[in-house]
C-alpha cells in the first residue's frame, strides 16, 4: 500500500500559481510513476500530468502543457505540480496518484490520495 497525501491548495486570482505537493509514504516511492488528476463539479475526473519513476520523463495533457509543471523529489518522497498562469476552469478537486504500472501515461493508477482543492477566481 502507498499513502498519499496532498497539500497546496486554496484559493487564487487567475493569472496566479499555486504549488501542490503530494507526500508518499508505505512503499518505496521510486519503484511508483506519479501522476496528478483532477475533478471539476459536475464533471469526471482527468488525468493532468504524470512523471516516471525516476523523474526523467514527463508527460502532460492539453489542459496542462505550458502552464503546469510536475517533478518528484525521490529523496523527499514528494512529488509536485507547479501551476502557473492558472485559469477559472483550472478550479476542480486534485488528486496525487501512483502506479507501478507501464501505463502511467496512460492514466492508469492504482493508488490515490484524498485531494485538495484549488478554486481559481475569475
Known amino acids: 500500500q502507498v499513502q498519499l497525501v496532498e497539500s497546496g491548495g486554496g484559493l487564487v486570482q487567475a493569472g496566479g500559481s499555486l504549488r501542490l505537493s503530494c507526500a508518499a509514504s508505505?512503499?518505496?516511492?521510486?519503484?511508483?510513476?506519479m501522476g496528478w488528476f483532477r475533478q471539476a463539479p459536475g464533471k469526471e475526473r482527468e488525468f493532468v500530468a504524470g512523471?516516471?519513476?525516476?523523474?526523467?520523463?514527463?508527460y502532460y495533457r492539453d489542459p496542462a502543457k505550458g502552464r503546469f509543471t510536475i517533478s518528484r523529489d525521490n529523496a523527499k518522497n514528494t512529488v509536485y505540480l507547479q501551476m502557473n498562469s492558472l485559469k477559472f476552469e483550472d478550479t476542480a478537486v486534485y488528486y496525487c496518484?501512483?502506479?507501478?504500472?507501464?501505463?502511467?501515461?496512460?492514466?492508469?493508477?492504482?493508488?490515490w490520495g484524498q485531494g485538495t482543492q484549488v478554486t481559481v477566481s475569475s
Open positions: 508505505g512503499r518505496t516511492f521510486s519503484n511508483y510513476a
Open positions: 496518484a501512483a502506479t507501478s504500472s507501464n501505463r502511467w501515461q496512460q492514466g492508469e493508477y492504482d493508488y
Open positions: 512523471i516516471s519513476r525516476g523523474g526523467s520523463t514527463t
